[in-house]
Nanobody, 115 residues
Framework: QVRLVESGGGLVQAGGSLRLSCAAS????????MGWYRQAPGKQRELVAT???????NYADSVKGRFTISRDNAKNTVFLQVNSLKPEDTAVYYC?????????WGQGTQVTVSS
């Protein structure tokens, strides 16, 4: 059973930074890719960033240049460094892992950006 646990969310002023973490219950080498998604109130869940097992990254246009996804294979953890936060970044941030056709989700961590 795969378990993903997010942490690092919180309340921050506009322009601030946070570092989100996603700890996996097993080796992240087994995942084809891992990523971060977010869902704001009343909106659909959207892709924020992904990182492949080979380290290739992909970002939503809205976060390019501000957010950085990375992975620490030794710690089975994926990170999302979020800088220059804007009020529109307020959302629940979810970690997602893909293994073949199967996708796994964490419980989410709330990020709230005040203006």
């Amino acid at each position: 059973q795969v378990r993903l646990v997010e942490s690092g969310g919180g309340l921050v002023q506009a322009g601030g930074s946070l570092r989100l973490s996603c700890a996996a219950s097993g080796s992240i080498f087994s995942f084809n890719a891992m990523g971060w998604y977010r869902q704001a109130p009343g909106k659909q869940r959207e892709l924020v960033a992904t990182i492949s097992s080979g380290g290739s990254t992909n970002y939503a246009d809205s976060v390019k240049g501000r957010f950085t996804i990375s992975r620490d294979n030794a710690k089975n953890t994926v990170f999302l460094q979020v800088n220059s936060l804007k009020p529109e970044d307020t959302a629940v941030y979810y970690c997602q892992a893909q293994r073949g056709p199967l996708g796994y989700w964490g419980q989410g961590t709330q990020v709230t950006v005040s203006s």
